[in-house]
């Protein structure tokens, strides 16, 4: 194998010197170390979520694949639990775990570059969303097709599939991946850092398929990816990725809750599912559409539609007008203007009337204008949903009832129906581990509060919505002709507890589906020490197979010895 550094750009140094001795924690080979004694310690055992705190003996800020493998080698030495963070958002406590004795913080790794040797758009895992928009777009006129919560920052949002405004137009963010490179552990407890890529001929292309989709604290740590389309053509940046749309045409509406009957609210739903049902194909024209229909409790006054349309895309103005009138057929009461924040939208009366917006200003507003998401207090519960037809009866009637329950009184309280579909569709199911690739659109509850004291009442409130809507099925949306699974990355620990999940399909294929066994193969070859782990791991397979292909090991002389880098 080739011994080496990933990057001419990496040479393992660090991106800062190390402080003086006794002046506080400092850069060492392993990066900084904080620990109780450290004014910050508080401000890095928690993440979005505040039900999840850790009490870690460090935290280790890290900027370089050398100190990320310094680091991981100490933990397995020293038989030490260790968790990773990109950027805080996991939804459950994979990575604020009270097990967890070290926390490797990934947040400084965050450049964003194009690597002449890959020919492509490198990223690194601790990059947020709007870096990397705000690098890539402005220097080069392309994306990779990412979420759109600004703070949210790579390193897991890739590994788990990474759904995002530009899905319906361009697939989701691995569909354009090309390499990864990942610390792994062997089976004699060796860290090293591994390159893998969507080449087929990659003793270590596994690896690779394995982070797209497989989910975030699986098989290593991620220090970067590298991104480049598989139709891209040459060796300009500006030519390797999507170009998003020059301008987005913006409508944001909402209706009346106190003005709605329940008929009315089961058809404003339904006509969503149908709209999306009739148009997931993966060369659909409507593809240049995509919304977000926030259907909140009744506390929050009104229910909200975010639509998006490329503006550039033939007849958009109808397209818009066209969809408006479809989502509101049948419904009585007039659209107005969205007045209230929902979810993590904003308020946007502004665009009560659509409005044409430039595509990166756009993106902007609707990531970083949230004050919920800002929020130190902030407590949470998550489940989803992948949807592939319209929803049987009932089921509508179900969530009307819980999201007018007098017994709850949140306005943060909201079930979202966002577009799916699209050029998502275009590739195959086992293409790649995300495996929902027949969707028309994806469901999330989710659930805000602040007071400690609430959690039980909110968690049941989330638990008694979603285990009466799938009653049919076991309490969850087993993949069938109606309903596809969940979203790995929307990770939600009930799938697993047999109190909730009655049906005969495990946590895992509701994530992951067929993928599932290739996915323990690759666990058991890439971690065989089961290293890195959490509440919902991929278990390894008990017998693995081997990859058969291998690369010729030849002596080079490393710019870093404490970082081996073996490449395709």
Not at 350 to 377: C, E, H, K, M, S
Not at 533 to 562: F, N, T, W
Request: a negative charge; hydrophobic letters at 35%; one cysteine or more.
């Amino acid at each position: 194998m080739i011994e080496g550094v990933a990057d001419p750009a990496d040479t393992g140094t660090p991106k800062g010197s190390a402080t003086t001795p006794g002046a506080g924690p400092g850069r060492r080979h392993d990066g900084i170390t904080v620990t109780k004694a450290d004014q910050q310690y508080d401000d890095l055992i928690s993440g979005l979520n505040q039900r999840y705190v850790a009490a870690p003996e460090s935290i280790r800020l890290v900027s370089s694949t050398a100190e990320v493998v310094a680091v991981v080698q100490e933990a397995v030495d020293q038989g030490k639990r260790l968790s990773v963070r990109s950027s805080g958002h996991c939804y459950e406590d994979f990575v604020h775990n009270p097990e967890v004795q070290i926390i490797l913080d990934m947040s400084g790794m965050h450049e964003v570059r194009y690597d002449p040797r890959l020919n492509a758009i490198e990223i690194e895992s601790g990059a947020t969303n709007l870096r990397t928009y705000q690098t890539t777009y402005p220097e080069w006129g392309v994306v990779v097709p990412a979420g759109f919560c600004y703070s949210v920052a790579m390193g897991g949002h890739v590994s788990g599939g990474a759904w995002g405004p530009l899905c319906r137009l361009h697939g989701l963010v691995v569909d354009h991946l090309y390499a990864v490179e990942v610390v792994v552990v062997d089976e004699a407890g060796r860290a090293r850092a591994v390159i893998g890529t969507r080449d087929e001929d990659d003793p270590h292309h596994d690896l690779w398929w394995a982070h797209t989709g497989g989910g975030g604290g699986n098989f290593g740590v991620v220090t970067r990816y590298w991104f480049r389309s598989p139709s891209a053509r040459g060796r300009d940046p500006r030519d390797l990725l999507p170009k998003p749309p020059e301008e987005l045409l913006v409508s944001a509406v909402s209706w009346a809750w106190d003005e709605l009957t329940r008929d009315e609210f089961v058809r404003l739903a339904r006509n969503y599912a149908d709209w999306h049902a009739a148009h997931r194909g993966p060369d659909d024209p409507a593809r240049a559409l995509i919304s977000q229909l926030v259907l909140n409790h009744r506390s929050a006054g009104q229910i909200g539609l975010l639509v998006l349309v490329d503006a550039s895309a033939p007849d958009a103005e109808q397209l818009l007008t066209d969809y408006l009138e479809h989502i509101g057929s049948g419904v009585t009461v007039e659209r107005g203007a969205l007045t209230r924040h929902m979810g993590e939208l904003p308020a946007l009366p502004q665009f009560a009337a659509p409005r044409r917006i430039p595509w990166l200003q756009a993106i902007r507003l609707l990531g970083t204008t949230n004050v919920v998401l800002n929020d130190p207090t902030l407590r949470a519960e998550y489940k989803s949903a992948f949807m592939r037809a319209t929803f049987p009866d009932g089921q509508l009637e179900t969530l009307h009832r819980h999201l007018t329950r007098d017994d709850v009184d949140n306005p943060n309280i909201s079930v979202q129906l966002t577009s799916y579909g699209g050029r998502i569709n275009a590739v195959a199911p086992t293409r790649t581990a995300a495996p929902h690739r027949d969707a028309a659109f994806k469901m999330l509850w989710q659930v805000f509060w602040n007071d400690p004291a609430d959690d039980e009442k909110y968690i049941a409130w989330a638990r008694e919505c979603y285990q009466e809507m799938y009653a049919d099925t076991g309490g969850v949306p087993v993949p069938n002709e109606v309903t596809d699974g969940c979203y790995v990355n929307y990770p939600d620990i009930d799938l697993g507890d047999p109190r909730f999940n009655t049906s005969s399909v495990p946590w895992h294929d509701l994530y992951y589906k067929e993928n599932y066994p290739r996915l323990q193969r690759i666990k058991a070859v890439w971690d065989p020490r089961n290293v890195f782990r959490h509440g919902q791991s991929v278990e390894p397979a008990a017998h693995p197979v081997e990859p058969a292909a291998r690369v010729v090991e030849r002596a080079v002389r490393p710019a870093d010895p404490a970082a081996p880098v073996e490449e395709p």
